[in-house]
């Protein structure tokens, strides 16, 4: 009888510390600690984000662990996200997984952390879930630090087709959500707001960029600009108008966002149309995918709302395809901060 494959991923790119269990291919736990720390100073604090990881990533892995019913002593491998992020929050997770496979005498397994979203389709909850995308599809990766269009020709062949030259799309709304005064992250605010406002209240500027990169930054500029004309006339506009700005700025990144996707499948012939990342999160995007799907015939890939943020059972079924392909990692690997996919 086959030995069972059991895959510890750990995630602690940025300000969520996470560790899931994966057993020959399915999910069977996915624990998570988020940081409200950062919420005071409207963004993430990378030294508060690094002391944070280090206070969780033990009981975290413990929860992990226990939630999944086995011990350490049963794991195959360790996956970890070795980068993109930030450089004091990645250590920790580096450090730890180095450590435990170290002490189990283990195989490491490093993971990019945006195949990591991209793969997060491949998560199976149980044995029939059989629903995931088959190679090509187009997946629009959209998080606070990212914007991409990526050709994924198999788990480990990807190609970039465009990127934001500036802003990525969650940093956008951020930002603007910060220029409001609302809270932070202003991603799910946004979100809530957008839901009750009306999309075509007021227009701001979209790119016309060639190819398929995209651009935030003419945006949140216009944002803010508008925002100050307005405030000029009435110092209460924003209070009196927020579900309307939050809407009309939804669909312009939304629009930007779909324009270029739609122009990528166009080109590559391709039907089969994924989204990732915390901003697929959002209610008008994931309408958007569905209005696309029945306009252009794709079939769409959305992830469940708990694999969109960072997690670590995206690690751990990138670490599982990359176990069998017997493709393990150095124990001196170094963590790195920057890279694509
Ligand atoms: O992928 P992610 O959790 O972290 C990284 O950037 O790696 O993405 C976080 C981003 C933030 O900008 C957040 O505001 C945005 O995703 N976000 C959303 C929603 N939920 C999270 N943006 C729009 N609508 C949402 N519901």
Known sequence: MEKDIYILGIESSCDDTSAAVIKNGILLSNVTASQAVHEAYGGVVPELASRAHQQNIVPVVDQ???RAGIEREDLTAIAFTRGPGLMGSLHVGVSFAKGLALSLGIPMIDVNHLQGHILAHFIKENETDNDQPEFPFLCLLVSGGNSQIVLVKSYKDMEVLGQTIDDAAGEA???CSKVMGLGYP??????RLARQGNPEAYTFSK???PGYDYSFSGLKTSFLYSLRDW?????????HHKEDLAASLEKTIVDILMKK???AAKDYKIRQVAVAGGVSANNGLRNAFHLYAQKYGWKIFIPKFSFTTDNAAMIAITGYYKYLEKEFCPIEAPAFSRVTV
Do not use: H, M
């Open 64 to 66: 992990a662990l226990k």
């Open 173 to 175: 709304i951020d930002k």
């Open 186 to 191: 202003g991603g799910p605010i946004i979100d």
């Open 207 to 209: 790119p016309n960029l």
């Open 231 to 239: 405030l000029k006339e009435d110092p209460d506009f924003i209070e």
């Open 261 to 263: 996707l739609r122009l």
